[in-house]
């Protein structure tokens, strides 16, 4: 057994995992990192003689870290190979992908490229919009973890890469960002409808938005029911003037995204 695991994910989920994983492997020292100070914090001592295990983070493991790492590093990514990098499930739903799914690979330099040694889907049906999906994303992730987390935690244990390879249209947090604002005086039913379906839940990654004059409308979600008082409302779905007060707290963990949809407002 592998005496030390340095586990990366949400801080939301690192109380679930801890109780699970520290209850099956007692004598095995899980680090549970959230963020990349506490990432970049890690002793070369600690890193000499660990595995590292990412599971749905957007942070990035460096070189020099990934090179220090003893027992190799492994990544949980919430999406088929076919889709490599950001918002991945967003992505499949603007485009109408059938299917969905988990990658585990090994860790390389390059985001979403090294290895892969298993993957898990589901199907996503017509009816899906982004919280359904999400839902069948997490069983397939838990369950394809449980199928490997004993091979994981322990050294001797070998993962043999598939011969599958990772899609070539990796999207960035910039692809995000420009593909989540559109041209009020231009867009049909079917293709608002697809952008509110892929984007219009997930606030804390982008903001479904538009700019009509000297102002910017933004969709909510929260807000679709009569309670509210649009002030634009476009096939059907309501957006309302966003200032900066209204960007969501979550996305002033990406500077540059929030960054620059401050910098749409005051232009």
């Not at 942070?59 to 790492?69: D, G, H, R, Y």
């Not at 390389?108 to 993957?119: F, N, S, T, Y």
């Not at 707290?249 to 407002?265: G, I």
Request: hydrophobic share 40%; glycine share 2%.
């Amino acid at each position: 057994m592998i005496n030390s695991i340095v586990f990366i994910c949400n801080k939301v989920w690192s109380g679930t995992f801890h109780s699970v994983l520290s209850a099956d492997f007692p004598e095995t020292i899980i680090t549970f990192i959230d963020n990349k100070e506490q990432l970049n914090n890690l002793s070369n001592d600690l890193l000499s003689k660990c595995r590292l295990i990412a599971f749905f983070t957007d942070i990035i493991v460096p070189k020099q870290i990934l090179e220090k790492v003893r027992f190799q590093s492994f990544n949980f990514h919430p999406s088929t190979p076919k889709r490599p990098g950001w918002a991945p499930l967003n992505y499949a739903l603007l485009e109408g992908d059938r299917t969905s799914g988990v990658t585990l690979s090994l860790m390389v330099e390059k985001i979403d490229a090294g290895p892969i040694i298993d993957l898990q889907s589901f199907v996503i049906d017509q009816s899906d919009d982004y919280i359904k999906a999400n839902n069948k994303l997490f069983e397939c992730a838990f369950a394809l973890f449980r199928k490997h987390r004993d091979t994981l935690f322990f050294e001797k244990k070998i993962l043999t890469p598939l011969p599958i390879q990772w899609g070539k249209h990796f999207k960035t947090q910039r692809d995000l960002f420009e593909d989540t604002v559109f041209d009020p005086t231009d867009i049909s039913k079917t293709r608002i409808d697809q952008l509110v379906k892929a984007f219009g839940q997930t606030p804390e990654l982008c903001l479904l938005r538009f700019k009509s004059s000297l102002d910017t409308f933004y969709y909510d979600h929260t807000k679709q029911n009569n309670e509210y008082k649009a002030d634009v409302i476009l096939h059907g779905h309501k957006f309302f003037k966003l200032n900066r007060a209204y960007i969501p707290f979550t996305l002033k963990s990406s500077p540059r995204f929030y960054d620059a949809l401050v910098e749409s407002l005051e232009s």
